[in-house]
C-alpha cells in the first residue's frame, strides 16, 4: 500500500491520559501535515513538517500538542492530558513540496474519543 | 485571515438533475482544490486548480475557478447515487506553508 496510514485507526481514553498518533506518509513526500477534524466541519490545520523540521504550528496546537518526525519520515502526535475538548479525528496528509499543485493526499484518520 | 466559506451546505437531490456548490475564499489565491469525503472515510483528491479560469472535468463533476471573484464551483451533472458524500473545497496559501483552508464543507444526498 503506497497511501498514508495511520495508526491506531481509533483510540479510546480516559480523560488526562497521554496519546500517541503515527502517521506514515507515502514514501517520497518530503511534506506531512496534521488536520484536526470535528463533526460537520472541514479539517483544521494543526502542524506541519518540511522533511524532519517543523516549520509552523497553528494557535489550535496547546502546549499539550507535541508533533515530531524525525528523520523526515514518519511522523507522531502525542496529546499530553487529554481533555474532553481533545475528542475529534486527527488527519494525517503528506505532499511533494515542488510537484505541480502541491496536492496533499490523506491517510484515513485516528479518531480520537476522550471521555 | 482567510476564511472559506461553502454553500449550500446541504444538498438533497434527485438523481438525474443538475445543481451547483459554490465556494468563496476572502483572501487571494490560486490555488484551490476540491476533495470528497465518505463517511467515516478520508478525504479524496477530486480537482486541483491552479489558475484563473482553469476548468477540470471528470465524469459528472466540472470544477472552475474565478481568482478574481475568489470563487470556485462544482458543478454535478445528472446525479447519480454514488455521488453522494461530503465534498470540501480547500484554498491553499500561495507562500510558505501551502497549508489548507477548508471550506466547512457541503453534504450532497442524491436521492434515487
Same mark, same amino acid.
Given at each position: %500500500?503506497?497511501?498514508?496510514? #495511520?495508526?491506531?485507526?481509533?483510540?479510546? /481514553?480516559?480523560?488526562?491520559?497521554?496519546?500517541?498518533?503515527?502517521? %506514515?506518509?507515502?514514501?517520497?513526500?518530503?511534506?506531512?501535515?496534521?488536520?484536526? +477534524?470535528?463533526?460537520?466541519?472541514?479539517?483544521?490545520? &494543526? /502542524?506541519?513538517?518540511?522533511?524532519?523540521? #517543523? &516549520?509552523?504550528?497553528?494557535?489550535?496546537?496547546? %502546549?499539550?500538542?507535541?508533533?515530531?518526525?524525525?528523520?523526515?519520515?514518519?511522523s507522531t502526535?502525542?496529546?499530553?492530558?487529554?481533555?474532553?475538548? %481533545?475528542?475529534?479525528?486527527?488527519?494525517c496528509?503528506?505532499?511533494?513540496?515542488?510537484? +505541480?499543485?502541491?496536492? #496533499?493526499?490523506?491517510?484515513?484518520?485516528?479518531?480520537?474519543?476522550?471521555? | *485571515?482567510?476564511?472559506?466559506? @461553502?454553500?449550500?451546505?446541504?444538498?438533497?437531490? @434527485?438523481?438525474?438533475?443538475?445543481?451547483? $456548490?459554490?465556494c468563496?475564499? !476572502?483572501?487571494?489565491?490560486?490555488?484551490?482544490?476540491?476533495?470528497? @469525503?465518505?463517511?467515516?472515510?478520508?478525504? *479524496? !483528491?477530486?480537482?486541483?486548480?491552479?489558475?484563473?479560469g482553469?476548468?477540470? @472535468?471528470?465524469?459528472?463533476?466540472?470544477a !472552475?475557478?474565478?481568482?478574481?471573484?475568489?470563487?470556485?464551483t462544482?458543478? $454535478?451533472?445528472a446525479?447519480?447515487?454514488?455521488?453522494?458524500?461530503?465534498?470540501?473545497?480547500?484554498?491553499?496559501?500561495? !507562500?510558505?506553508?501551502?497549508?489548507? $483552508?477548508?471550506?466547512?464543507?457541503?453534504?450532497?444526498?442524491?436521492?434515487?
Amino acid at each position: %500500500d503506497t497511501g498514508v496510514s #495511520q495508526n491506531p485507526r481509533h483510540k479510546i /481514553t480516559k480523560r488526562g491520559q497521554n496519546v500517541t498518533f503515527r502517521c %506514515d506518509p507515502i514514501s517520497e513526500h518530503n511534506r506531512l501535515y496534521w488536520y484536526r +477534524q470535528t463533526l460537520g466541519q472541514g479539517p483544521e490545520f &494543526l /502542524t506541519y513538517f518540511q522533511n524532519e523540521a #517543523q &516549520l509552523e504550528k497553528s494557535r489550535l496546537l496547546s %502546549d499539550r500538542f507535541s508533533a515530531e518526525r524525525p528523520k523526515g519520515s514518519f511522523s507522531t502526535l502525542e496529546i499530553q492530558r487529554t481533555e474532553q475538548g %481533545d475528542s475529534a479525528m486527527y488527519l494525517c496528509a503528506s505532499s511533494f513540496f515542488g510537484s +505541480q499543485g502541491n496536492i #496533499q493526499y490523506f491517510g484515513a484518520g485516528t479518531r480520537l474519543s476522550v471521555l | *485571515e482567510l476564511k472559506v466559506e @461553502q454553500n449550500p451546505l446541504f444538498l438533497s437531490m @434527485q438523481e438525474g438533475k443538475n445543481y451547483t $456548490i459554490y465556494c468563496n475564499y !476572502s483572501t487571494t489565491s490560486d490555488r484551490l482544490y476540491w476533495y470528497r @469525503q465518505d463517511p467515516g472515510k478520508s478525504l *479524496e !483528491s477530486l480537482f486541483v486548480l491552479l489558475s484563473n479560469g482553469a476548468v477540470k @472535468q471528470e465524469g459528472r463533476l466540472m470544477a !472552475s475557478l474565478d481568482t478574481k471573484a475568489r470563487l470556485s464551483t462544482l458543478h $454535478i451533472t445528472a446525479a447519480v447515487h454514488d455521488l453522494s458524500a461530503t465534498y470540501f473545497c480547500a484554498v491553499a496559501l500561495s !507562500s510558505g506553508t501551502y497549508k489548507y $483552508i477548508f471550506g466547512t464543507g457541503t453534504r450532497l444526498k442524491v436521492l434515487a
